[in-house]
């Protein structure tokens, strides 16, 4: 089975400024990675995954993840948050045959 | 990407009563899949609803509380039964994406339960 931590339940951050949302799995087969974002009083949108190839992978809005096998990690990054980012976002990680487990979330609140 | 509709969107209901939700899929898809969202907290897996065969519910949730109905490929849905404020979250229809599996979720219906 596999499971995933996010270690932060909260990140606020200042426009403009850096952030890393950090998340941790676990799992004893190869595993699938995706972050999901949800704004205000919506669904889950997917942002980006990762399912093999290159472990840098980037979403369409400059959100990139990079799967650190060794670690155990798959960390969400963005170099210049904007206030629109702010949401909740989550890790979630699947083997191959088995359901999508997800982390509790991090909320990101970006400050003017 | 699959477009995904539910219904109701939000509802408020009474102890002891049920409401069924339904969700709407634009493509014929093998698995949908039920997740609740409670209150400030993550998303947990319900039951896959498997299209001319019973679902298959994770540990913690029963047919008899949380009845699905999977009648053709691109409908389902849930039934939350004799619904108590414990039940009271937003439940999450989604699918499968065709490579590898990622989820595609709908808006979400929105319970409260008085």
Request: charged share 15%; hydrophobic share 35%.
């Amino acid at each position: 089975a596999q499971s995933v931590t996010q270690l932060d339940s909260q990140v606020p951050v200042f426009e403009e400024a850096p952030v890393e949302l950090r998340c941790n799995y676990s799992s004893s087969v190869s595993v699938y990675l995706f972050w999901y974002v949800q704004y205000p009083n919506q669904g889950l949108q997917l942002l980006l995954k990762y399912l093999s190839g290159s472990t840098l992978v980037e979403s369409i809005n400059g959100f990139e993840a990079e799967f650190n096998k060794s670690q155990t990690s798959f960390h969400l990054r963005k170099p210049s948050v904007h206030i629109s980012d702010t949401a909740e976002y989550f890790c979630a990680v699947r083997g191959p045959h088995t359901p999508l487990v997800f982390g509790k979330g991090t909320r990101l609140s970006v400050i003017a | 990407s699959a477009v995904i509709s539910q219904k109701p969107s939000r509802d408020i209901c009474q102890r002891g009563t049920s409401l069924t939700i339904q969700c709407q899929v634009d493509s014929q898809v093998t698995m949908m899949f039920w997740y609740r969202q409670q209150p400030g907290q993550s998303l947990t897996l319900i039951a896959t609803a498997n299209q001319g065969s019973e679902a298959t519910y994770e540990s913690g949730f029963v047919i008899d509380k949380f009845p699905i109905s999977r009648p053709n490929l691109t409908f389902s849905t849930l039934t939350v039964s004799n619904m108590s404020p414990e039940d009271s979250s937003i439940y999450l229809c989604s699918v499968a994406g065709l490579v590898t599996g990622e989820l595609f979720f709908g808006e979400g219906s929105r319970l409260t339960v008085l």
